[in-house]
């Protein structure tokens, strides 16, 4: 993936469509230009030669005196095919292609899309866009954009240490202008439009490789190439540089009934979301919130854990700060008798603990700057966040000076209002981390410690990417392949009439459970094709009844006939895996059994290590939390479980497996229930293999 250096850094700019009208996107972006500084050379390309104050105009490309490294193509979408394979001829670098009516538009623009993607890939010209809002770098002089957003004075275009990648050209206008009403602005910002070429992941790795970059937005409605996208975000991850992420288009319509939960709930805005927590990218709800959250862990240092220490002196933020720690999975532990010591002497009507809440009496308008400055030193904490509420004016400035002392050994939240205004101010012109919004200074701390974390970046998966499927096998037999990847599952075996199932029934402890066995019926409780609890004296009736339901219920079902099994009773989760077509193999882990649609799974990349196995764990709400009520080794266990579930997943080429439920015996993690999917080109196995299963 080669670095845009000659679209981002370019010597030479010629403007396609230039005319003497500043009002059109030609126009505007050699007036940008000139506000922000350019200075290097620029031409124009105009068949009518115009004349344009101060640039050389030339009819065509191919009769400029160089090739230049970067060309705005502000003409219609009709003439852009013309100017790409002219830039191809002449050697120029990269082209920004303003103009729509391409992919967006329907079945022929994307027919035109593909021609233009062809046409630069032939000629080795580098494509932004079509329909981009182009790409600005103030540091460099670069403003190749018809935004509004460089309608302001050439002071309030500035850089700064976040730079934006997004799909979304008005969008990134928007940031743009917060970014300089806050008095700051973006190192870069780059709008990829439709993708032709240029792709998110290009920008992502180009980002990174930039000195003055410390964190990367994006603003991603899609991701095309799930494998280039990740390796992007991994380029990133080495070169210690953050990605924040606002997703747009976070619902969806579903796809069409799949087979299992896991294929069900595997819809694309979901994997995609998996994918980039996974990735270890920080999420975001909203633009403002994105930049929020990007300018804050841009100025700040990486935490070496999730250790935090908070500050205020308002008791109802610090229950607020507490609540949303405790949902991103932030570690507030309690100062230590030293450091309690440490705070006697400073906090008059306040108690020592974290969150600390300072009362609204502080001593004085240095104090605040005193006690962060002790938390910032003890080794009880990884990082510190400083909360400033409503205080008097008249402590404003000092405290923000003893605030300014500590540098950047702690993360500011300023919600002190309009009335304290000038330390707001006062702590962005010092270039210190701050927000005035909580759940964005929570976000950015959580995304820090998981940046400083070990658990590593996933890799997209090898497994296969045949979305077509072959038939579901029953339970029995997918029973009999998880139980090959070392997976355990209940003694038992598949009856085929009533006498066998008492024979089985005879070699079993306990009360057990008859089940229907189908390729038909996968949803076997719904077919009344589910009795547990049942006594061996009972069984062969038992089979008559759950078979004889389910053929009232599926007429034309196929009925192999009922699985006898030893019942296994604890807590349950589900986990599955799938093959998106995007992003390769995908796991699915959250509460099982009927809380499987109540509560909310997660979904994210195939974990390869423990780590990464644990990682998918604690990002469903609650589970971790479950898991160590109930038992120490637990998680632990799952964690294995789901490692051996995504290697034999991998290794089969499947579209999908499920564990409906997964039920933790005390001892082992096991599948009381389960249906693999071979993909359509892949060998189905032979069902004789799980006829006969024992403990595992």
Wanted: charged share 20%.
């Amino acid at each position: 993936m080669p670095h845009l250096d000659r679209l981002l850094e370019p010597k030479s700019i010629a403007i396609v469509g230039l005319s003497d009208d500043g009002s059109k996107h030609g126009g505007r972006v050699l007036s940008s230009l000139r506000k922000v500084g350019y200075s290097g050379e620029v031409w124009g390309v105009n068949p009518r030669r115009p004349e344009v104050a101060e640039v050389e105009m030339f009819a065509t490309l191919r009769e400029l005196p160089g090739a230049p490294d970067l060309i705005a193509s502000a003409v219609p979408s009709g003439a852009v095919p013309g100017i790409v394979a002219d830039a191809g001829a002449i050697g120029a670098g990269a082209v920004v292609v303003f103009a729509g009516g391409f992919a967006e538009t329907g079945s022929t623009g994307r027919d035109a899309q593909l021609e233009l993607a062809s046409i630069a890939a032939g000629g080795g010209v580098r494509v932004l866009g079509p329909n981009s809002g182009g790409v600005i770098r103030p540091s460099s002089g670069l403003a190749v954009s018809f935004l509004t957003c460089l309608d302001r004075p050439k002071d309030q275009i500035r850089p700064g240490p976040v730079g934006l990648v997004t799909q979304s050209g008005g969008t990134g206008s928007y940031i743009h202008n917060l970014a300089a009403e806050r008095g700051g602005g973006l190192g870069v910002s780059m709008s990829t439009g439709n993708e032709c070429d240029i792709d998110i992941a290009d920008g992502i790795t180009s980002l990174s490789q930039l000195d003055e970059i410390r964190v990367i937005a994006l603003v991603l409605e899609t991701v095309r190439n799930g494998r280039r996208f990740a390796e992007a975000i991994r380029a990133a991850s080495e070169a210690g540089k953050p990605v924040v992420a606002c997703r747009l288009g976070r619902s969806d319509h579903g796809r069409a009934m799949t087979t299992t939960h896991t294929g069900a709930m595997a819809r694309p805005a979901r994997v995609l979301d998996g994918v980039l927590a996974s990735l270890g990218v920080t999420m975001t709800e909203t633009p403002g919130e994105l930049l929020d959250v990007a300018e804050v862990m841009a100025r700040s240092r990486i935490p070496s854990g999730r250790r935090v220490g908070i500050i205020t002196h308002s008791g109802g933020v610090a229950i607020l700060l507490s609540d949303l720690a405790e949902r991103h999975g932030l570690e507030l532990p309690q100062p230590s008798q030293t450091m309690k010591a440490e705070l006697d002497d400073l906090l008059e009507h306040g108690v020592a603990a974290n969150p600390l809440d300072m009362g609204g009496i502080i001593g004085g308008a240095s104090r605040f700057a005193q006690v962060v400055e002790t938390f910032a030193a003890s080794d009880d904490f990884d990082v510190v966040l400083a909360v400033s509420t409503a205080h008097p004016r008249a402590h404003t400035v000092e405290r923000v000076e003893g605030l300014e002392a500590l540098g950047h050994q702690a993360i500011h939240l300023w919600m002190a209002g309009d009335v304290g205004a000038t330390g707001l101010d006062m702590l962005r012109d010092a270039g210190l981390p701050v927000t005035i919004e909580p759940r964005a200074a929570m976000r950015a701390l959580a995304g820090l410690t998981s940046f400083g974390s070990d658990r590593g970046v996933f890799e997209i998966g090898s497994g296969s990417l045949d979305s077509d499927q072959g038939t579901p096998m029953d339970e029995g037999a997918s029973k009999g392949i998880i139980a090959q990847w070392g997976i355990a599952v209940p003694p038992g075996e598949v009856a085929t009439s009533a006498a066998h199932a008492e024979t089985i029934a005879a070699g079993l402890d306990g009360p057990l459970v008859v089940k229907v066995c189908s390729t038909d019926i996968t949803h076997k409780t719904e077919a009344g094709g589910v009795e547990t609890g049942v006594g061996a004296a009972d069984v062969a009736q038992t089979f008559t009844m759950v078979t004889d339901r389910a053929r009232l219920h599926h007429p034309t079902a196929h009925i192999v006939g009922a699985l006898v099994e030893q019942q296994v009773r604890g807590f349950e989760v589900i986990t599955g895996a799938v093959t998106d077509p995007v992003f390769g193999p995908m796991m699915l882990v959250g509460f099982g059994g009927i809380a499987a649609e109540a509560f909310e799974p997660v979904m994210g990349l195939i974990p390869r290590t423990p780590a990464q196995a644990t990682a998918l764990i604690d990002r469903v709400p609650g589970l971790a939390t479950a898991l160590r009520r109930i038992d120490a080794g637990a998680a632990e266990a799952l964690a294995a479980t789901l490692l051996r579930l995504c290697i034999g997943f991998n290794a089969s080429h499947a579209v999908e497996v499920e564990i409906n439920p997964l039920s933790w015996s005390g001892t082992e993690w096991v599948a009381l229930d389960a249906l693999f999917i071979p993909g359509a080109s892949q060998p189905e196995g032979r069902r004789s293999d799980a006829d006969k299963r024992g403990n595992t």
